[in-house]
Structures are given as C-alpha cells and as structure tokens.
C-alpha cells in the first residue's frame, strides 16, 4: 500500500462515524460473485446490534482483531457502500472496524475486496501499536457470512521487515454508508 493510504482511510473512518450513517438502504449487499467476499443479504435473521451501530460507542462487543499475540475487542463497525474505483480496479466490498485492547489501545481495521478484469482479491490494512500494516504482495482470506465478517491475514510493515500474523471475527451492520 502507498504510505498515504493509511491517513487517508482514517480520515474516511472518522467521518463514517460522526454521522454519514444514513447511506444506503438495509439488506443492499454490494455485487455478488463466485467469491462471496460481499455481504450476505439478510435472510430471516438479524444481527442483534443492528439498529445501534452506529450509535453503540465504546460499550459495543462486536468481536475480536487479533494481530500476533494481542487481541482487541471490536467496539465499532462500518460497512461501507463501494464506492472506490479507477481505470484497473474496482471496489466490491468495504468495511472498517475500530477496536480496543485490554489496556485501552485502540486500532483501525480496514478489509476490502477490489476486482480487476472479472478477478476479486480480498485485502486487510490495519494501524495499531504493532504499527502500519496490510496486506501488501499477498491475499487477505475472508467472508462475509451472516452480518459476521472473518478471516486472517498475514499483515507486513511498509519496509516488509515485520510481519503478523491476522485473525478477525466481528459482527457488520447490514446497512452501508458512506465512507
């Protein structure tokens, strides 16, 4: 990823939730393919948590990120409409989640699909103590099942240096917005 991507998608996350949450109508689900990497349409049940997303705040328990060792507890979810697209790529899916370790450190969790000539490819960046993350040269593994979002990664610095290993599970509102 470009160094200026991170900044960038932080400042997409911070106004998808200070109020852009009346996007899209419930149960769109972004374009399906062979990959289901887009969210499930709802089919008789939903989320618990799926009317005070947006407004659930630091109380929420949404589910887990964990990067190498340490576990963080989702406390806010976006599922944004795909809005991303140019010459070569095309955005298919987008989500952020922010979430919080024991000690109170927070993280930015970013999971997309982007499709190029008919051909899906999941990716995963991620910004937290561990430092500037994504998923670089490989592929991120994921689904979106049941307004639950999970998979793994493996996430590498900028200087592709250091590497983490990434697993995640955690509930996405059925509604997109604008990110």
Do not use: H, K, W
């Not at 705040?57 to 140019?86: F, H, K, M, W």
């Not at 952020?96 to 370790?101: D, H, K, L, M, N």
């Amino acid at each position: 990823m470009m160094p200026g991507f991170v900044p960038l998608m932080v400042g997409a996350l911070a106004l998808a939730l200070t109020g852009c949450a009346g996007g899209a109508g419930e149960g769109e689900a972004p374009a399906a393919g062979e990959e289901v990497e887009a969210p499930a349409e709802a089919e008789g049940g939903e989320s618990e948590s799926t009317d005070g997303d947006a407004e659930a705040g630091a109380g929420a328990d949404l589910g887990t990120i964990t990067v190498g060792t340490t576990t963080y507890r989702v406390i806010e979810a976006v599922n944004c409409e795909p809005v991303q697209s140019n010459e070569l790529t095309t955005e298919v899916f987008n989500s952020i989640a922010v979430a919080q370790s024991a000690e109170g450190e927070d993280v930015l969790f970013f999971a997309y699909t982007q499709e190029q000539s008919g051909a899906r490819a999941n990716f995963v960046d991620y910004q937290g103590p561990e430092g500037t993350l994504s998923t670089q040269q490989t592929e991120a593994t994921f689904t979106v099942e049941g307004g639950v979002l999970s998979g793994a990664a493996v996430l590498v610095d900028d200087d592709a240096t250091e590497s983490f290993m990434a697993q995640f599970t955690f509930d996405l509102p059925e509604e997109l917005v604008s990110c």
